[in-house]
């Protein structure tokens, strides 16, 4: 059984700084996905890594992939106030056919000015 | 167009009513998934979809009936539910080579359900 684990769970931070929020997960994946929730709202996808070494930056936010350790980051530089959010890493099982994402539990991220 | 469109945005509906979710997407995908989210949890897979044809259901209760009337469509047929089923439900898709070439998994803006 796939399991995802992401911390932390809770995050309040500074405007300006820099942080990282981790991901691992159990088995074997040939996708890793970030996606961000504002309260209330769906999900909206941030980056999808699909190969080991992956690295995808937009903005403040980086993420990267290291399939050997299982394990994907999310780094958030310089921090603004609009990124108050809850992050979720999602990953899907290798193999070919459809299958469904395993969610981390979310890391809530609150941004203070 | 990279949109799943989901509706009804907002759904009351009462333990002996039948109601259906809808969603929908123009992208091509042959994956389509149903999630259910609680408030503060993860989104959970329900359902999934390739190909028009069921091939992963995660041991939902059967009040809960999917339905793939063709590959740009999908519905949630919800019948006799309960309380604890009030939770926000996804609907996403994505492309599916059938040789593990997926790539981004597209969300629609859900249904938030409230059952009374």
């Known amino acids: 059984e796939l399991k995802v684990e992401q911390n932390p769970l809770f995050l309040s931070m500074q405007e300006g700084k820099n942080y990282t929020i981790y991901c691992n997960y159990s088995?074997?994946?040939?996708?890793l996905y970030w996606y961000r929730q504002d309260p209330g709202k769906s999900l909206e996808s941030l980056f999808v890594l699909l190969s080991n070494g992956a690295v995808k930056q937009e903005g403040r936010l980086m993420a990267s992939l290291d399939t050997k350790a299982r394990l994907s980051t999310l780094h958030i530089t310089a921090a603004v106030h609009d990124l108050s959010a809850t992050y979720f890493c999602a990953v899907g099982e290798s193999g070919g056919g459809a299958d469904g994402l395993t969610f981390g539990k979310g890391t809530h991220l609150i941004i203070q000015p | 167009d990279t949109e799943v469109t989901q509706t009804p945005k907002h759904l009351v509906m009462g333990m002996t009513n039948k109601k259906s979710l809808k969603c929908e997407q123009h992208m091509g995908h042959r994956a389509m998934y149903w999630y259910k989210q609680k408030a503060k949890k993860p989104p959970e897979l329900m359902f999934v979809?390739?190909?028009?044809?069921?091939?992963i259901n995660e041991s939902v209760p059967s009040r809960f009936s999917p339905e793939c009337p063709n590959s740009s469509l999908l519905n949630l047929h919800l019948h006799a539910l309960q309380p604890e089923d009030s939770a926000l439900y996804l609907c996403?898709?994505?492309?599916?080579?059938?040789?593990?070439?997926?790539?981004?998994?597209?969300f629609g803006q859900g249904t938030r359900l409230t059952v009374v």
């Open positions: 996403a898709s994505s492309q599916d080579s059938g040789a593990g070439g997926r790539v981004r998994a597209f």
């Open positions: 088995t074997t994946s040939d996708r």
């Open positions: 979809y390739s190909y028009e044809k069921l091939s």
